[in-house]
């Protein structure tokens, strides 16, 4: 087989590899509220979340866009070993800290494997700094406002429903949490699963397989499938993280958690912006419980979630110049 149709089948399966991993290790940015609230079983939640992640994966292809065209400056600055040293780095990434039951990401771990890679290959003229800017900016800003809308939306709610029973109140937040658990998903979809279909896309146009820069519709097929398939395996480690140890959720703040993240993401795919599910979901929870009383949230958790979140781009910027400079040596590039 030609090296080139090899380098490329490679990108194809790393590429799925990573949204298979992202579907799993993001599976509790769409359900952890629902289920550590009972509203929903786990079960239930989580094929709910990977039909809903599939549809929201083929909605729109803005975001594949940005995230394959904005981060270098064209794709004569890239090649097929770059994406693969990239991908390589960013599910190094995301394994670890499944495995210590760290909710980090996916975003962060793309971007910081593409970047490493680059540097190591072409140096900073191959790279899109305007891009990087607005992406990274997109990703910092997107939890800053999760939690400051989620503060404004619980104290909406303490107001409207502060008179009522509590029993009665969850029972009916219990039941409409279910519809917010399925916005969730779905905005998570139309969000996550298009980082890849950048990256394949990125490959294609860098080999010559298509001439322009239009996602094709079996790459949209491809990794809607390997989210979905990767949600329906479940993230259980993160979902405990996610769902009780930032701050114990009742069903009136699990739906408020919901509908804030999934309005947040959803807006962010309108505009084209990459974020971070797995930033935005946790800011939401930050923002609800500090609505309650500051020493509500476990701030502990939060603050070992805000050094991983710190870490991840230079970490994987790292091991994708590791993995590419491994490349060069083997390979001679």
């Not at 490679?10 to 599976?27: E, K, R, S, Y």
């Not at 079960?43 to 909605?59: D, W």
């Not at 939306?153 to 949490?177: A, D, E, T, V, W």
């Not at 703040?253 to 505009?271: K, M, P, Q, R, W």
Request: aromatic share 10%; hydrophobic share 55%.
């Amino acid at each position: 087989m030609h090296e080139l149709q090899f380098l490329i089948i490679a990108v194809i399966i790393l590429a799925l590899v990573f949204d298979f991993i992202n579907g799993f290790h993001d599976t509790a940015n769409a359900i952890a509220t629902s289920v550590s609230t009972r509203a929903l079983k786990p079960r239930t939640a989580i094929i709910m979340a990977a039909f809903l992640n599939f549809f929201g994966a083929m909605y729109s292809t803005g975001v594949a866009k940005t995230i394959g065209g904005d981060i270098v400056k064209s794709a004569e600055h890239i090649d097929e070993h770059i994406i693969v040293a990239a991908l390589i780095g960013a599910i190094v990434w995301n394994l670890f800290t499944w495995w210590i039951a760290m909710p980090s990401s996916s975003s962060h771990a793309l971007v910081g494997g593409i970047i490493g890679a680059v540097l190591v290959s072409t140096g900073a003229i191959g790279l899109n700094f305007w891009g990087i800017g607005k992406i990274v900016l997109s990703l910092i800003l997107s939890p800053i406002i999760a939690i400051v809308v989620g503060f404004i939306i619980m104290n909406i709610f303490y107001l409207l429903f502060g008179k009522f029973r509590p029993s009665s109140l969850n029972n009916k937040f219990k039941r409409m949490q279910i519809i917010t658990a399925a916005t969730m998903a779905f905005s998570h979809g139309s969000n996550d699963a298009q980082k890849s279909m950048g990256i394949i896309t990125l490959a294609l146009l860098s080999g010559g397989y298509i001439d322009v820069f239009e996602v094709p519709y079996y790459v949209k097929i491809l990794a809607a499938t390997a989210m979905a398939c990767g949600t329906a395996i479940g993230g259980w480690k993160i979902i405990k993280t996610v769902g009780g140890r930032i701050f114990k959720l009742q069903p009136i703040s699990g739906f408020a958690a919901d509908l804030n993240s999934s309005v947040i993401i959803f807006s962010a795919t309108l505009l084209s912006l990459p974020v971070s599910t797995t930033h935005v979901v946790s800011g939401s929870i930050m923002g609800i419980g500090s609505a309650k009383r500051i020493g509500a949230v476990r701030w502990g958790t939060a603050q070992q979630m805000l050094m991983a979140w710190v870490l991840t781009i230079p970490c994987t910027a790292i091991v994708g110049a590791l993995v590419y400079s491994l490349m060069c040596y083997v390979f001679g590039l």
